[in-house]
């Protein structure tokens, strides 16, 4: 409620017309749509597993911080696990996995990505997401080598920290890349939407880099129409929630000892109580209702 509902006030508002909106505004609009997506269904996993905990079940877990993913197959095994691994067992195994031929394997993983697009939706958006996602995947095993050879080159070693950061940056883009499809309403308006994010962009990074900030602050929020706090709390929002996401990736909030017990809870209150400040309590539903 407090992030990902308060996303989706920009991010419709950009995506509900295209053609209304150029460079930094759509660009803005999808990395917010990749942070709503994650926690409206990351949340309404947690509420999930939460709930069947109350009444004695465990759940597996679904999400594992996937934007901290280093390669596509580890974004996929962190992102919505239960449906990944389901495809994983009823689908590509079934085909024959990696074990018929390398040929055979880049088709069997072609089939189950477009399978899991079409999971989503009769809509040619889906299966264009889900076909990007399984081109991603053989590319990366067909130019793995080469790729190794040439980072190496350029100082960025397999276990150097630059080439962990460089590869969940290039891992998080492609993905944002594919979340423009899996939005748009139409195969139309998501390439409407590239062609409107290169209109005009240079002109307002430029303003950005050059310290206008008025041209960009016009362009990114008036033209929108949502209020200046709106959208700095919305940027906000996405840096926090990536925050939290590298500290858990660390080991945080362990609860091995009863003052971090205490630490946790007084956490918890926080939380509650942000969230009854910050919440955007309004008709925002799940998106993962729709599938």
Not at 160 to 182: I, K, M
Request: net charge neutral.
């Amino acid at each position: 409620m407090v992030v990902a509902d308060r996303l989706a006030i920009y991010v419709d508002s950009v995506y509900s017309d295209p053609s209304a909106h150029q460079g930094l505004p759509v660009v803005a609009a999808t990395y917010f749509f990749a942070f709503q997506i994650y926690c409206d269904f990351s949340g309404y996993s947690d509420i999930a597993i939460g709930a069947a905990r109350v009444l004695g079940f465990d759940l597996m877990e679904n999400f594992k911080r996937p934007y901290l993913a280093r390669s596509v197959s580890e974004f996929w095994r962190r992102w919505h696990i239960s449906l990944s691994t389901w495809f994983r067992d009823y689908v590509y195994i079934p085909l024959g996995g990696n074990r018929a031929g390398v040929s055979r394997w880049y088709v069997n993983l072609a089939i189950t990505f477009l399978v899991s697009g079409l999971w989503h939706g009769a809509n040619w958006t889906f299966v264009v997401w889900g076909a990007l996602h399984g081109f991603y995947l053989i590319f990366s095993i067909v130019t793995g080598g080469l790729r190794e050879r040439v980072l190496a080159g350029c100082g960025l070693g397999a276990s150097s920290r630059g080439r962990s950061v460089f590869d969940v940056l290039v891992t998080f883009h492609l993905a944002l890349l594919a979340w423009v499809f899996f939005r748009a309403d139409s195969l139309g308006d998501a390439l409407l939407l590239f062609a409107q994010a290169g209109e005009g962009l240079t002109a307002q990074v430029g303003a950005l880099l050059s310290g206008d900030l008025r041209l960009a602050y016009q362009s990114t929020v008036v033209a929108v129409g949502i209020g200046k706090s709106e959208f700095l709390l919305s940027l906000l929002a996405v840096v926090f929630v990536y925050a939290v996401d590298l500290f858990v990736e660390r080991g945080g909030l362990e609860v091995n000892t009863p003052r971090r017990r205490i630490l946790r809870f007084a956490w918890y209150d926080l939380l509650i109580l942000l969230t009854l400040l910050l919440g955007a309590f309004g008709q925002q539903q799940f998106i993962y209702f729709q599938f």
